[in-house]
């Protein structure tokens, strides 16, 4: 490929480089049956949602019969294995018929420099050697159209509840702050809990407006209008409040939140989304486009099975994305019987990303002085396992600390 591969930490190809692709046309001309699947797998990414994706068999000859009497996509991928004459003379056939703007990206076997010189001397826009992933034909294709990739580019973090009331807003706030504090990041924190959420609350803020401005304002909506709406709550941490009020009901559109997402995208480096335990379309929709799905769960058994069900989900949702990462929250409340982390991991077949103790009065006065953890009580273990988390929700390698595991904490709660 005539691109780098982008590498996150973890050591995958980095989904968060690929910027969404614009509504474009697409029509594909594959000689294997491998080249067409892959292509309609991309056709189902959540970065393709806006592309118009057409997938045909025949190769090149295929698409200068097609085009000689119809007009031409905005791009058209040709696989080719025949030899490089033959290619040459079908790129200069199709070259006849090709409307201005048409971009052409030719697949093959061949990882030769010569040939892709000679490609690009023809105009065509790249030339991609099999065998690729998914990703990296998504992140071929977005590069046709987003030229500087290293630009900044918001990531987006939704968290949910497995339940209500096992700490999804807590963990949110907290992570965000991290990020900020820690990390150094911008971030924003989208409160999506309309009528209770409690963001300003944690925050110690009270905004006249805020999100339910930008969703139900769609034709007022930019940046400029958004950049108002954000409250700051810290050097690098603004949040966008609910405004908890329910005089009004929020029946939301399943879209309702897509336009101030892509906003706030080109302009946040972090996103942080705090959903209710809801399951509408919307929310199921946040937890789907978002670049990272977040659940916490407590260690009981509804929470178990819906984490279950929401992970089996959203998997499925996000074939190409990270699964889910867990939290679990509240471990070793007293007197609470609870399933183990090791029975909860091995029911639900993923690791928590961390586990957090349950402390009643750390949380407590946390939410009582709209304070979060690490301004409570900085150097508390659990406010160093939110930077654990920010860490891992962010792509970067957890810093390693003189305890042995991210479950000591957890393990001491339990010893008494
Ligand atoms: N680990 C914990 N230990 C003790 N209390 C907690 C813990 N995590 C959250 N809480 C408390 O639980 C309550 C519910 O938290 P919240 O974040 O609003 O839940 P959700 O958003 O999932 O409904 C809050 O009062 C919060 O302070
Ligand atoms: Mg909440």
Redesign the pocket.
Known sequence: MSRETFETAAGHPSAVAITPMPRVSLQAFCESAELAALIHEAADDRRMEKAHVKVNMGGASAAVEAYRTSPTPNVIILENSADRAELMAQLDALAEYCDAGTKVIVVGRHNDISLYRELMGRGVSDYLVQPFGVLDFIGALSALYNHDVTAPLGRVIAVA?SK???????VAHNLAWSIARDLDLATVIVDVDLPFG?AGLDFNQDPPQGVAEAIFAPDRLDSNLVDRLLSKCSEKLSILAAPTTIERAYDMQETAFDQLIELLRASTPYIILDIP?VWTAWSRRLLTVADEALI?ASPELASLRNTKSLLDNLRAARRNDPAPRIVL??VGMPKRPEITTTDFAKAIEAEPAVA?????RL??A??NNGQMIAEVEDGAKIAAIFQDLARIATGRAVIKRARKNLFEPLLAVLKG
């Open positions: 509840g209500g009331g096992v700490g999804a807003s807590c409690t335990h916490v929250n509240g957090l103790p349950f402390d009643a949380f407590g946390a939410a």
